[in-house]
Structures are given as C-alpha cells and as structure tokens.
C-alpha cells in the first residue's frame, strides 16, 4: 500500500511562484524503483500530465507547457518529489495530483499510475 501526501498549493498572482511537495510512504518495493508523476486538471479540461521523474536515476520529461518554468526534483532520503513552478499563469490553475508508478515507466499517462494522492489546488490569478 502506497500512500501520497501533497502539499504546497496556494493562490498566486501570475507570474509568481508555488512549490508543490508529493511525500510518499508504504512502498512494497524501494521508493528508487518508482516514477512520481505531477497531473493536473483544470474545470472543463481533461486530466494533463505535467511532469514525472525517475527517482532511481533522476530522468525528467515535461509537458510542453510547462517546460522552461516548472522543475521536477526528488529527494530520496525523504521519499519525497517536488514540483518548482515558476512565471505562473492563469492557465495553470488547476488541482495538481501526484501519482506512483511503480514500473518506473516515466510515462505523462495517467492510465499508467498506480496510486495517487488526494490533489492540492493552485490557482493563479490575472
């Protein structure tokens, strides 16, 4: 059994900055073995993979719109992912989920997660 715990959103103006934390706990197998994904759905708007990382080797892949100003990090001692997101706009708002995907397939598919958290909102205002 696996458990995620998200915190960090918040309302932002655009333009600043949230970072977003996903600690993870109850992994069978080694937290190194997992990908940690950030998605995140908007009212009307189907569920986008943000960002995902390896946290065995650190590989990262991003979502077009976010690249160049969100960062996925991890921290394996704390068994816990992170997502720096900066020049935040209106249509980043959003609640953000983090998931676990346990075959580590660093995949933005949703279908491909395992276990997921409850979601923290972010909001970004004009």
């Known amino acids: 059994e696996v458990q995620l715990v ?9 333009g600043g900055s949230l970072r977003l934390s996903c600690a993870a706990s109850g992994f069978t197998f080694d937290f ?45 001692a704390r068994n816990t992912v992170y997502l720096q997101m900066n020049s935040l706009k209106p249509e980043d708002t959003a609640v953000y989920y983090c998931a676990a995907d346990l075959s580590d397939s660093l995949s933005l598919s949703s279908y ?10 972010v909001t970004v205002s004009s």
Do not use: M
Request: aromatic content about 10%; glycine content about 18%; charged content about 25%.
């Open 6 to 14: 998200e915190s960090g959103g918040g309302l932002v103006q655009a």
């Open 32 to 76: 190194d073995d997992a990908a940690i994904g950030w998605f995140r759905q908007a009212p009307g708007k189907e569920r986008e993979g943000v960002s995902c990382i390896s946290s065995g080797d650190g590989i990262t892949r991003y979502a077009d719109s976010v690249k160049g100003r969100f960062t996925i990090s991890s921290d394996n």
């Open 112 to 121: 491909d997660y395992d276990h997921w958290g409850q979601g923290t909102q």
